[in-house]
């Protein structure tokens, strides 16, 4: 990598970060466009998110990833925030575009786009989503947009009813909140085609577990985990074991990243050579999330 007084700098602010698989992931795809950008993880402080943005704006840095805890708080440093990201009510990536700092969400683009890639296609579909924190309601988001049903599960059934009703004001498509149960969920599952996980239940170290039942899943589902450590779930396990469509949480990882790549560079990213950087880091050891 040759870096010059020239070199654009992106980075990730999180915090944890060091176990990021995007600088990795990114560094790849600049260096196989042979584009003269960096890639690096900054730790910020909740404390000190502010500042970090602003000093980002300072030096001049190109373009952020922002992970967790600062999703929804680092919207308020931005002197724009696109309309999606807005309905989302968090931002992953922010564009440096000549000194105003904007806002994007590009999770629920990636999940989708993961989906779509795989050959599963929501239009006309009912899509159950377990999970309305901030993965859960970025995926509601553009699920809704696209598929014809819409069901939310969420632990805390108020966050899963808010995010629906919300949804509800702005499409005229069938979509619900409510709480987990075994009942609930047999009953949602029934008539389901496409389930996704976007809660943290099976990631590591709980490799063993899974909010859904074996019991219930049916060869004719399409499943997407969106945690990719372990790279394959329990839940995507039990869904390969009754012949069941799987997406591994890597897709959606890599589609997101490749999303946030385009705003920055305004190049198409190179998916594929993303996808597999982070899979041989994945691979190489270690805990990474
Ligand atoms: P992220 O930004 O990765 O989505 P998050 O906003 O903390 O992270 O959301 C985590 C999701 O996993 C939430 O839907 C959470 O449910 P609550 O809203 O009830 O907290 C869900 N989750 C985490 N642990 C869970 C558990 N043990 N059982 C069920 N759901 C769980």
Avoid at 213 to 235: A, F, G, Q
Wanted: hydrophobic share 40%; net charge positive.
């Amino acid at each position: 990598m040759k870096i010059s007084g020239k070199t654009r700098v992106c980075g990730i602010i999180g915090d944890p970060v060091e176990h990021s698989l995007s600088p990795v992931m990114h560094n790849a795809a600049f260096e196989e466009l042979n584009l003269d950008f960096v890639y690096v993880a900054f730790r910020v402080r909740r404390e000190e998110l502010g500042e970090a943005i602003i000093g980002a704006r300072s030096l001049n840095l190109h373009g952020l990833n922002v992970t967790m805890p600062h999703k929804n708080a680092a919207m308020k440093y931005l002197d724009e925030i696109d309309s999606t990201a807005r309905s989302i009510g968090a931002v992953n990536t922010i564009l440096n575009k000549e000194g105003r700092l904007i806002g994007y969400n590009t999770d629920g683009i990636g999940a989708l786009k993961a989906l779509k890639e795989n050959g599963i296609t929501p239009k006309g579909k009912k899509l159950l989503l377990l999970g309305a924190g901030g993965a859960g309601k970025a995926i509601a988001f553009h699920a809704a947009q696209e598929a014809e049903e819409l069901v939310i599960l969420n632990r805390t059934p108020q966050k899963a009813k808010k995010l629906a009703e919300a949804l509800r004001k702005e499409s005229n498509k069938k979509i619900n909140g409510n709480a987990f149960s075994i009942e609930i969920m047999k009953k949602e599952l029934r008539d389901a085609d496409i389930l996704v996980n976007a809660t943290s239940v099976g990631m590591h170290p709980d490799v063993n577990q899974s909010l859904v039942s074996p019991s219930l899943l049916k060869p004719d589902l399409c499943v997407m985990d969106i945690i990719y450590n372990p790279l394959e779930t329990k839940l995507a396990k039990d869904a390969k074991a009754v012949g069941a469509k799987v997406v591994p949480g890597i897709e959606m990882l890599a589609y997101q990243g490749a999303a946030s790549f385009k705003i920055w560079t305004n190049h198409p990213a190179p998916v594929k050579v993303m996808k597999q950087t982070a899979l041989n880091k994945l691979s190489e050891s270690g805990v990474y999330y």
